[in-house]
């Protein structure tokens, strides 16, 4: 059965620092992996979506690699700013390839 | 505006009074899913459906309903509600499984739900 960590819980920078987010995933047979970013008391949206032939995907400042092999995925923020922070969570496909398996999430502080 | 809506958003009620959380989406998906997020929990799945009339358990099925008569609609249906449901609930709905589609997955705003 799939399953998903993300390492740390929670993070504090100061702004203007790049950071790099840390997911782990048990199956390496995943078709997608995909990270979201939740805002309190909101839904999730997508950010990034990496498919299981591609190595990494990149959307403005965010850049989100893939190692199957190694069952690991990170997602990379550049010069981040305040308004970044929220909690990033990262998701796996299961086994068969229906769902989606998602991490605890790192809650991220950006400080002015 | 393409969205996953819920209602209600909020919702306080007692053990055992039946509610529905209705969920919608305006996007033609045809698969749709109800997750529960508790504080170092995660997001678990409850149920989810691949089409209309087709609804599989998730990892968190017990004490729940779905229903899916129209595509658009998904409600999550709870007979007999009981504290440990407290919980904030999801929606969420995309193009087709994630195994297949590249699609994102689209996300309603939650519904906070207290069982006292």
């Known amino acids: 059965k799939q399953e998903v960590t993300q390492i740390p819980a929670a993070l504090s920078v100061p702004e203007g620092e790049n950071l790099v987010l840390n997911c782990s995933f048990t199956?390496?047979?995943?078709?997608?992996l995909q990270w979201f970013r939740q805002d309190p008391g909101k839904g999730l949206t997508s950010l990034l979506l990496i498919q299981s032939s591609q190595r990494e995907q990149t959307s403005g400042r965010l850049n989100a690699s893939l190692d199957k092999s190694s069952g690991r995925s990170t997602l990379y923020i550049a010069a981040s700013q305040p308004g970044d922070s929220a909690t990033y969570l990262c998701a796996a496909t299961d086994n068969y390839g229906q769902n989606f398996v998602f991490g605890p999430g790192t809650r991220l502080s950006v400080l002015p | 505006e393409a969205q996953v809506t819920q209602n209600p958003r909020y919702l306080i009620t007692v053990t055992g009074k039946k509610l529905t959380v209705t969920c919608s989406q305006n996007?033609?998906?045809?698969?749709m899913s109800w997750y529960r997020q508790d504080p170092g929990l995660g997001l678990r799945q409850i149920y989810y459906?691949?089409?209309?009339?087709?609804?599989d358990k998730g990892d968190v099925p017990e004490g729940y309903k779905v229903s899916r008569k129209e595509k658009r609609n998904f409600p999550l249906i709870l007979e007999s509600p009981s504290p440990n449901q407290t919980s904030l609930y999801f929606c969420?709905?995309?193009?087709?499984?994630?195994?297949?589609?590249?699609?994102?997955?689209?996300f309603g705003p939650g519904t906070r739900l207290t069982v006292l």
């Open positions: 459906s691949m089409n209309v009339e087709v609804t």
């Open positions: 199956d390496s047979a995943i078709y997608n």
């Open positions: 969420a709905s995309s193009l087709s499984s994630p195994g297949i589609s590249t699609d994102t997955q689209y």
């Open positions: 996007m033609n998906h045809e698969y």
